[in-house]
C-alpha cells in the first residue's frame, strides 16, 4: 500500500493511505540509512510498518518537508519587526531547494512603517514574487492567499511568532491549531508549533504547518554558487570577466556596473551569505579535499581549476560529494 506522511511524532509515524490515517512505525533498516521519513513523503506501508520511501518531488531541510509544491515565506510586518535579511533568508534557502515561492506579509493590521509596504512591493514584487499582505487576525487579506494555496500542497516558514499558525486558522474556522503570543513565546523561549503537520485546509487546499526557525547559514555551499539563490545578481554573472566572480570589487564585474538597478539590502544579504561560504570554503581547505591549485583561462575567461591529483572521491568532486553529504543528513 502507498501513503503520504502526514505527521511525525517521536517514533509513530501516521500515514495518509486513501483518507484514513494509520499510524506506523518504521522499517529498522530504514532508521539506519542517511535519508529519513520526512513530512510529505510518499511511503510503502505493509501491516502497519514503513518499508520504502519513494522517490521525492522536492525536498528542503529546514523545514524538513518533502514533495511540497510551493514554499510561503512569512514575515510580520510588525512584532516581530521585519527582517529582510531574514527574509531573503528564507527565500535563498527554498531557490536553493529549486522550490517555487510565495511571500506573505501578516499582520497588516498593527501599525508599521508605512513605507514598508511600498519597499517591499518595490524589491520583490520587481522580482517576480506573488505578495501577499494578511492579517489572521481581521481575515484581510487571506482571500488572496487562498488562492495562491489552491490545488497545492504549501509549506508555510518563517520565524516563530509571525502567525503561520494563526493563518491556517484563519483560513478555515474548524482548524484550531495552537498559537501563542510572541512575548509568552519570548519568555519562555519556545516554539508554539513543534512538528510539521499536513493541515488539509478544504478539498483543493493542503498547507504544512512548520515550527519557526531562524538559524539557516549558508555554510554549505562554496561562495561563488551564492550568487544563483539571487536571480537580480546571477543574471549579470555570464558578463562578468571571470567565472568565479564574486561580485565583491572585481575588475570587470557586470554585477558591480548594474549595482544601482540591485537592491542594497539584497545586494548586502548576498555579501553576508557569501562570507558564511566561505566558512565552508575553508573547512573544505582545512580537510585538504579541495585545493585550488592554479588559474587557466578557458574561454576567455578565468577558471580555478582544481589539480586531478587532489581530488579525491573517483568519480564524483569532493564538492558533488559534499552536496550530497548536506541533502542526505536531514536528522537536525
Ligand atoms: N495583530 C495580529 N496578531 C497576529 C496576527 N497573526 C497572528 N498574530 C498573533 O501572533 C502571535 C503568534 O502567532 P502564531 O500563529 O502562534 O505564530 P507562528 O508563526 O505559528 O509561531 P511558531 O509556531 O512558534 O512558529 C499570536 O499571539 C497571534 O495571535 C495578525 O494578523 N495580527
Ligand atoms: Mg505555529
Ligand atoms: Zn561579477
Not at 520565524?159 to 509571525?162: A, D, I, K, T
Not at 544601482?260 to 537592491?263: F, G, L, R
Not at 581530488?311 to 568532486?317: E, L
Given at each position: 500500500m502507498h501513503g503520504q506522511i502526514y505527521k511525525i511524532y517521536s517514533d509513530s509515524y501516521f500515514v495518509n493511505i486513501g483518507g484514513n490515517i494509520v499510524s506506523c512505525k518504521i522499517r529498522e533498516v530504514l532508521k539506519k540509512q542517511k535519508t529519513s521519513v520526512v513530512t510529505g513523503d510518499f511511503v510503502e506501508v505493509s501491516a502497519d510498518v514503513i518499508t520504502k520511501i519513494l522517490p521525492r518531488k522536492s525536498f528542503i531541510k529546514r523545514p524538513s518537508v518533502a514533495n511540497v509544491d510551493q514554499i510561503v515565506v512569512v514575515s510580520a510586518l510588525k512584532e516581530p519587526d521585519l527582517d529582510f535579511e531574514q527574509l531573503n533568508r528564507y527565500i535563498a534557502f527554498a531557490k536553493y531547494y529549486k522550490i517555487p515561492i510565495i511571500l506573505c506579509f501578516n499582520k497588516e493590521d498593527l501599525e508599521f512603517e508605512c513605507v514598508l509596504q511600498n519597499k517591499i512591493e518595490e524589491i520583490y514584487g520587481d522580482l517576480g514574487y506573488k505578495i501577499a499582505f494578511t492579517s489572521a487576525k481581521e481575515k484581510r487579506g487571506t482571500e488572496y492567499l487562498s488562492k495562491l494555496l489552491k490545488g497545492k500542497l504549501s509549506a508555510l516558514c518563517g520565524?516563530?511568532?509571525?502567525g503561520k499558525s494563526s493563518l491556517i486558522n484563519s483560513l478555515n474556522p474548524d482548524i484550531n491549531l495552537r498559537t501563542q503570543e510572541v512575548s509568552e513565546k519570548l519568555s519562555r523561549g519556545?516554539?508554539?508549533?513543534r512538528h510539521c503537520e499536513i493541515i488539509q485546509?478544504?478539498?483543493e487546499t493542503r498547507i504544512i504547518d512548520t515550527p519557526g526557525f531562524s538559524n539557516v547559514k549558508f555554510d554549505f555551499i562554496l561562495p561563488k554558487d551564492?550568487?544563483?539563490?539571487f536571480e537580480e545578481i546571477y543574471k549579470y554573472k555570464n558578463k562578468c570577466k571571470y567565472s568565479d566572480c564574486l561580485h565583491i570589487n572585481e575588475t570587470g564585474c557586470e554585477v558591480l556596473k548594474n549595482i544601482?538597478?540591485?537592491?542594497h539590502t539584497r545586494y548586502e544579504s548576498y555579501l553576508n551569505f557569501v562570507k558564511e561560504a566561505f566558512e565552508y570554503k575553508e573547512k573544505v581547505k582545512y580537510n585538504g579535499k579541495k585545493t585550488e591549485t592554479h588559474n587557466k583561462l578557458h574561454n576567455n575567461k578565468s577558471v580555478v581549476k582544481i589539480s586531478e591529483k587532489k581530488?579525491?572521491?573517483?568519480?564524483?568532486?569532493q564538492k558533488q560529494k559534499l552536496y550530497r553529504e548536506f541533502e542526505n543528513n536531514e536528522n537536525e
Open positions: 520565524n516563530s511568532g509571525v519556545t516554539h508554539t508549533t485546509v478544504n478539498a551564492v550568487d544563483y539563490l544601482d538597478n540591485i537592491d581530488r579525491q572521491g573517483g568519480r564524483n568532486t
